[in-house]
Each structure stands twice: as C-alpha cells, then as structure tokens.
C-alpha cells in the first residue's frame, strides 16, 4: 500500500506520461551526486528483443557468479520486476525507503514517472560499485532517460522495427528515423549489433554509427549461429566455435538474442567460463515472452491443452511470435488484446493459418483500445470473436485436443493474465 501511494505520486508530477527531454533527469541526478557515473554498465537499445537479451546475460552471469543489476520496463506484473540489485528483486520496503529518499530531494519538481524511476534506480546502483548492470533503454534513446551515462562497457543493439509511431511527426515514421533515435547517441565503447529483420535496416545502424569510435561486432559479420540437431546448436565468433544446448525458452529468434549476449560477454572478458555458458543459457527466466503456463488457474480451464501467452506487441514481434507457431503441427486458438497507439492490421496480418480469434479488453488500461473496436479492425477475419472477460474468452475457444492457446498483443495484457493465473 505505502508503495501504491508513492507510485501514485510520482505519476502527478507531471502532466505528460512521457515528455521526451535530459534535463529534468539530469538535475534531478546532479541533486543525487550524479549516481550514474558510479556503476559498471551495459546499455540495452532496441525495439524487441531487449528483455531476452538481458534475462540471458543475467543467467549466464549468475553462473560464473557475478553479481547483477537490472533496470528494464514496463514491468508485467510488479514494479519491483524493474529493480534487481545483487541479482534479486527489491522488495517493498526496501523500494520504498528509496522512492521516498529520491522524492524529497526532487522537491516536487516536474519529472515524468518513468525519468524518476531511472533516477531511483541510478540512485540505488551506486551502491553496488562493483556490479555489472544491466539498463534497458525505454521509448528511442536519444532523449530517454537512461541515455545520461558518460560511459559505459558496451551498447547492444536488438532488432529495430517500427513502433510507437505516434511519437514522431508524420513526415518521419520511417525506420531509418527510428535507427537514428536508438543509435545516434551510442557511447563510444563496445557496440554489439544483433540480428535485424532487414539489410536495409542494418545500413541504416553501419550509417549511423559510422563515426562513433567504439568496437563494434555485427550479426553474420563477427559472431552467429547455426542450428543444429539433436537439442543443440553452434555459436561461432573471433574467440572460437561453442557447441551448445538449446536454450529452455521458446522461439527460434531466442537463439538470435542468446547469441548477442554470449558475443557482448566473451567481447568483454568478464573471464566467463564456456560451462557458465552452457548451464546459463538452460536456466534463463522470462516472463510474459513466449512463457507457457503449466499450472494456474487459467490453465485449469484448459485442463490439458497447452498455454502460451506472449507480449509482443508491433510487427516484429509478431513476426517472430508467428515463426515460431509456424513449427507447431496443431490447432493455434489466439486471443488479443492490444493498447490503441499500435498497429492493430499489421500486428495480426502475420498470423496465419489459425482457428480462432478472440479480441477481449485490457483491464485497468486507458489508453488499450476496446476489444469491440479491435474486433472491428479484424472483421476481414471469418472466424474472429469479441468477448468481455478472459475467462469467458477461453470457455468460448472452440479447443479440441492438442489445440494451443496464445494470449497475445500486449505486456500489459501478459502481465494481467499472469496477476489471474
């Protein structure tokens, strides 16, 4: 409850969710001691694949027993999800004391929600000067509030495609102006580029960086992959050949982002062990991305069949979300929720071939778009359904034996259905 009602403070402190600007977050670090000068980082950009890329450093550092933070958003189901110091989760109290300490020396000046975030978070990691952490960018880069570090060990670029468009004037929602926003203001360090969805969109990133003097590895050029059988596959670099076991998370495109990190590690020489890698890449944890749901009370309504529910939410993510049930020889029963600043025709055009389709509410979300209107942007598919709750969505799911159920569209939606599981 005390976390609630700081939470809720920290949210009127300005009129605008988001208001794309340094200063404010930089006075208010200044008035901190400027905690962000203080920590060991690496920098997370990108449009998806942040979060994987991170969960699988983390588990590969854990196993050579190096100690983490992590600072990520949105969170799916608690605010403490963002704040991980000594490889674990904050807890309320602790999260609190820090909220509170941050908010008065603020002083009630303007800030918006998610920049006094980022100030607790460098505020707590300087604590920790021997950590290694692990920041993920939040909307562009360029004018994000965690684009204030002087320096750092490296910046990984995940896979950039176009989304929230709404932030950008017309005339510039392309992907070459979004590179620009996510790679224009990369410390000079180390750059590791994962695997883009497109060539033209790596020229764009070899464009933008082209005069920043760091190290820099691209996917395909300096590391990559192969998949092989057997529950293996082959990640290849400068430093040597790995041979593998399959990571214990879903996708294909996982191995893409697991690459990316074992390339930004051995790049760094952190003295990482080739067993730490191994082990690491088995033991990886993450939520609401192409997670099954074993037991719960949702999957108790599904008795036997399988549940997956994944947040991705632009056509990226749906891409590669779609890649993957491509290898599944079943029924595929999808259910969607999405908020209203995406691309709702885009987002389902890449699901294909599959049996039902249920558009529901996002519960507590202004600014989701209702599941009766996103019904109405899908009325060209035949076999497409609205329905109030997620219960009643997933009672009237026509399911068969050995059918699959995906809930999908938002990390909001994953989050909430997580919170009912």
Same mark, same amino acid.
């Given at each position: 409850?005390?976390?609630q009602?700081?939470?809720?403070?920290?949210?009127?402190l300005?009129p605008?969710? #988001?208001? *794309?600007?340094?200063?404010r977050?930089?006075?208010?670090?200044e008035?901190?001691?400027?905690?962000?000068?203080?920590?060991?980082?690496?920098?997370?950009?990108?449009?998806?694949?942040?979060?994987?890329?991170?969960?699988?450093?983390?588990?590969?550092?854990?196993?050579?027993?190096?100690?983490?933070n992590?600072?990520?958003?949105?969170?799916? @189901?608690?605010?403490?999800?963002?704040?991980?110091?000594?490889?674990?989760?904050?807890?309320?109290?602790?999260?609190?004391?820090?909220?509170e300490?941050?908010?008065?020396?603020?002083?009630?000046?303007?800030?918006?929600?998610f920049?006094?975030?980022?100030a607790?978070?460098?505020?707590?990691?300087?604590?920790?000067?021997?950590?290694?952490?692990?920041?993920?960018?939040?909307?562009?880069?360029?004018?994000?509030a965690?684009?204030?570090?002087?320096?750092?060990?490296?910046?990984?670029?995940?896979?950039?495609?176009?989304?929230?468009?709404?932030w950008?004037?017309k005339?510039? @929602?392309? #992907?070459?102006?979004?590179?620009?926003?996510?790679?224009?203001s990369?410390?000079?360090?180390?750059i590791?580029?994962?695997?883009?969805?497109?060539?033209n969109?790596?020229?764009y990133i070899?464009?933008?960086?082209?005069?920043?003097?760091?190290?820099?590895?691209?996917?395909?050029?300096?590391?990559?992959?192969?998949?092989?059988?057997?529950?293996?596959?082959?990640?290849?670099?400068?430093?040597?050949?790995l041979?593998?076991?399959?990571?214990?998370?879903?996708?294909?495109?996982?191995?893409?982002?697991?690459?990316?990190?074992?390339?930004?590690?051995?790049?760094?020489?952190?003295?990482?062990?080739?067993?730490?890698?191994?082990?690491?890449?088995?033991?990886?944890?993450?939520?609401?991305r192409?997670?099954?749901?074993?037991?719960?009370?949702?999957?108790?309504?599904?008795?036997?069949?399988?549940?997956?529910?994944?947040?991705?939410?632009?056509?990226?993510?749906?891409?590669? *979300?779609?890649?993957?049930?491509?290898?599944?020889?079943?029924?595929?029963?999808?259910?969607?929720?999405m908020?209203?600043?995406?691309d709702?025709?885009k987002?389902?055009?890449?699901?294909?071939?599959?049996?039902? *389709?249920?558009?529901?509410d996002?519960?507590g979300?202004?600014?989701s778009?209702?599941?009766?209107?996103?019904?109405?942007?899908?009325?060209?598919?035949?076999?497409?359904?609205?329905?109030?709750?997620?219960?009643?969505a997933?009672?009237s799911v026509?399911?068969?034996?050995?059918? *699959?159920?995906?809930?999908?569209?938002?990390?909001?939606?994953?989050g909430?259905?997580?919170?009912?599981?």
């Open positions: 409850m005390k976390l009602k700081i939470l809720s403070r920290f949210l009127k300005h605008k969710e #988001i208001d *794309l600007s340094l200063d977050i930089k006075i208010l670090c008035k901190l001691g400027n905690p962000q000068d203080k920590i060991k980082a690496i920098s997370v950009v990108g449009t998806n694949g942040k979060q994987s890329t991170i969960n699988a450093i983390f588990s590969i550092l854990k196993e050579a027993n190096i100690k983490c992590i600072f990520s958003s949105p969170h799916i @189901q608690k605010i403490n999800e963002r704040f991980i110091f000594d490889n674990r989760e904050l807890e309320d109290e602790k999260l609190a004391n820090i909220f300490e941050v908010e008065k020396i603020n002083d009630n000046q303007q800030i918006t929600f920049e006094i975030l980022s607790c978070y460098f505020y707590k990691a300087a604590q920790y000067t021997n950590n290694i952490n692990l920041i993920e960018a939040g909307l562009f880069h360029r004018f994000d965690t684009n204030i570090l002087k320096s750092n060990l490296a910046s990984i670029v995940c896979s950039i495609s176009k989304d929230h468009l709404d950008l004037p005339n510039q @929602q392309t #992907i070459e102006k979004i590179v620009f926003e996510k790679t224009s990369l410390l000079n360090s180390n590791i580029v994962s695997k883009q969805n497109s060539i969109t790596t020229k070899k464009k933008t960086i082209l005069k920043n003097s760091s190290k820099k590895l691209f996917f395909n050029e300096d590391f990559s992959f192969s998949s092989g059988e057997n529950d293996f596959f082959y990640y290849e670099d400068k430093f040597g050949g041979k593998l076991p399959m990571p214990n998370i879903l996708g294909h495109f996982q191995l893409e982002n697991i690459s990316t990190a074992i390339a930004t590690l051995r790049l760094l020489d952190f003295n990482i062990k080739d067993d730490d890698i191994k082990n690491g890449i088995t033991k990886i944890e993450s939520i609401g192409l997670q099954e749901i074993k037991s719960g009370k949702l999957k108790e309504l599904l008795k036997n069949n399988r549940l997956i529910i994944d947040g991705s939410h632009n056509e990226d993510g749906a891409r590669v *979300l779609n890649e993957y049930l491509q290898t599944l020889d079943c029924n595929k029963h999808v259910i969607i929720g908020m209203a600043n995406k709702h025709e987002y389902i055009s890449y699901f294909k071939d599959i049996s039902s *389709l249920t558009t529901i996002i519960p979300q202004p600014n778009i209702s599941g009766k209107d996103l019904k109405e942007k899908f009325k060209n598919i035949s076999n497409v359904q609205y329905k109030e709750s997620i219960e009643q997933i009672e026509p399911i068969k034996e050995n059918d *699959l159920l995906i809930i999908t569209g938002s990390l909001y939606l994953a909430e259905m997580l919170n009912l599981n």
